[in-house]
């Protein structure tokens, strides 16, 4: 991980490391939980951090009221690593170049089960298991199986954090699938797949 950690810092692969302040690569724990969201914003990008401004302040929160877990107990990153200027979307280009990134925190983390949060990463993620995106409201609440390293891994799809800081209705769907999630934690998946 650290060898990941400092290339994912150096990296100048696309365009987005000529704005970025800092490269964001992913904290936490292995072997446990795993949130993928889409791209740090400005406080990630000063501080280097996944998830510390006011989205990541509602992550945190339902990871420890509804799971019952402390930040520190799961692993947090985001499919993109450095910040996409003005906070606009990231490019598909820029999801392609930054993904083997992703793809080795999923292999060194090997977590018990993927939560990609948002549009971007639940439709980046979807896709690499040929199940087509169409909408976060189709698509959240669902479980697919995601291959690393030979072991079918959950992935759940919910909304993005940051959807839902001034939406009461989105919060209360995230606060759903998250219950969703903590309900699996204590059971099998194969009441979950299809
Ligand atoms: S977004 Fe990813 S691929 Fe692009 S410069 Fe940052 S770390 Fe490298």
């Known amino acids: 991980m650290e060898s990941l950690v400092k290339e994912i ?6 365009q987005l490391w000529k704005t970025r302040t800092n490269a964001v690569p992913g904290v936490g724990s292995r072997e446990c939980l795993m949130f993928v969201g889409e791209a740090p914003g400005a406080n990630e990008d000063i501080e280097g951090k996944p998830f510390v401004g006011a989205a990541g302040k509602l992550l945190t ?8 877990l402390d930040r520190s ?5 985001n499919l993109v690593k450095c910040r996409p200027p003005r906070n606009r979307e990231p490019t598909d280009l820029e999801e392609k170049t930054c993904w083997p990134y992703l793809q080795r925190e999923l292999e060194i983390v090997r977590p ?9 990463s639940s439709s980046y993620l979807l896709g690499k298991i040929g199940v087509t995106f169409k909408t976060m409201e189709e698509a959240r609440g669902k479980i697919h199986a995601f291959p690393i390293l030979g072991s079918q891994v959950p992935l759940f799809s919910t909304y993005h954090p940051a959807a839902a800081l001034y939406n009461p209705r989105l919060k209360d769907i995230l606060v759903q699938d998250f219950r969703r999630i903590k309900t699996y934690l204590g059971g099998g998946i194969d009441k979950y797949l299809g």
């Open 73 to 77: 107990q799961v692993y947090i990153t």
């Open 112 to 120: 018990k089960v993927i939560v990609a949060l948002g549009r971007h």
């Open 61 to 68: 929160d339902l990871i420890k009221e509804v799971l019952g």
């Open 9 to 14: 810092l150096a990296c100048t692969k696309c």
